[in-house]
């Protein structure tokens, strides 16, 4: 008989590729879904659909109860808000709701994997004589990595709880729509900056962190936190240089003053003031956007879960630009 995972946010771009792993090492995969969602993308996959109330712990228990799910990968959260409130209340609040359910289940749960991100920790200075460590002092610099932070600690607050955190730095791959922006632009032969200040930055292509993923699932471990990167650090410039190569482009180099860019984000997100949408350039994303260095470790994941990234970002913007073009997307 399989044993079950509850896979949270499987309609979004990091859950697709966690569900379409789990479906690969033989899981019987539930997937929660907002009502209403997309799923056309994930019909390929012999997956169930589920939906979950999370402000309602004791029906999050009750759904956990009747499936028996032996895993839970807790990927669903919001990555644009309008408030800190909101961002609390789903990616900190309902989290917690998830964990507390779990835990008093009773249900034969092996691991709980939250994914969470690179930014709870937050960026170091560009002359950092370390990458960030899995325990490094946190330091976060926006709402969303606050908020991240905050749902971390809840769950290290359930001490029966097995858990592992994965927290992944910018994360790129086939359906992802933030750094496509990026991509596109640079297809069009313009080649943007906020400022001329260096930067390390840090990537991990999608199908890294899958993998990661379900290698945490088997963690001996429970209570840990581990960076995901693809192991390597990266000048501001190397997305671009990269990328035109790739598709054989050439492009005009801008770096616009970050007051200028400060700007730009205060007019988009008045623009949106009465939709329920944030525009892709806001305060909130300046913030991370704008800061020096995201290098990261990721020696304590190779150690202790033998994770090995298979791509650099070579040969992870090779796949994703070819699925870009595949698709119609550039």
Not at 111 to 133: C, D, M, N, R
Request: with cysteine.
């Amino acid at each position: 008989m399989k044993e079950r995972v509850l896979i949270t946010g499987a309609s979004g771009f990091v859950g697709y590729h966690i569900v379409e792993a789990a479906v690969q090492a033989g899981l019987e995969v539930f997937a929660a879904i907002r009502p209403g969602s997309m799923v056309a993308h994930l019909s390929p996959f012999a997956i169930q659909y589920t939906t979950l109330d999370y402000a309602n712990v004791a029906s999050l228990q009750k759904e956990l109860e009747e499936k028996q799910y032996t895993y839970i990968i807790h990927a669903a959260g919001t990555t644009k808000a309008k408030l800190a409130q909101e961002y609390e209340r789903i990616n900190a609040d309902f989290t917690r709701n998830l964990g507390v359910a779990a835990a008093a289940a009773a249900i034969p749960l092996k691991k709980f994997v939250f994914i969470s991100s690179l930014a709870a920790l937050g960026p170091t200075v560009y002359e950092a004589p370390l990458p960030i460590q899995d325990q490094s002092n946190a330091m976060p610099v926006t709402a969303y990595g606050r908020s991240k932070l905050v749902a971390e600690k809840y769950l290290a607050e359930i001490e029966e709880l097995p858990l592992v955190v994965l927290r992944p730095t910018a994360v790129y791959g086939p359906r992802e729509k933030d750094i496509f922006i990026v991509l596109k632009t640079l297809n069009l032969g313009l080649e943007p900056y906020i400022s001329n200040k260096p930067q390390w930055l840090s990537f991990v292509y999608v199908k890294d962190l899958a993998k990661a993923v379900m290698q945490a699932l088997g963690a001996a471990k429970s209570h840990t936190s581990y960076n995901v990167s693809d192991g390597n650090s990266y000048d501001r410039y190397a997305l671009a240089t990269i990328t035109k190569r790739i598709l054989g482009k050439k492009s005009v180099k801008v770096h616009v003053p970050l007051g200028v860019i400060t700007l730009v984000a205060n007019l988009l997100e008045a623009a949106y003031a009465t939709s329920s949408k944030m525009p892709a350039l806001n305060k909130e994303k300046l913030s991370e956007l704008a800061a020096e260095n995201w290098n990261c470790s990721i020696e304590r994941i190779r150690q202790d879960l033998g994770f090995v990234p298979e791509y650099d970002l070579e040969r992870g913007l090779a796949q994703t630009l070819q699925w870009y073009k595949d698709n119609k997307w550039l």
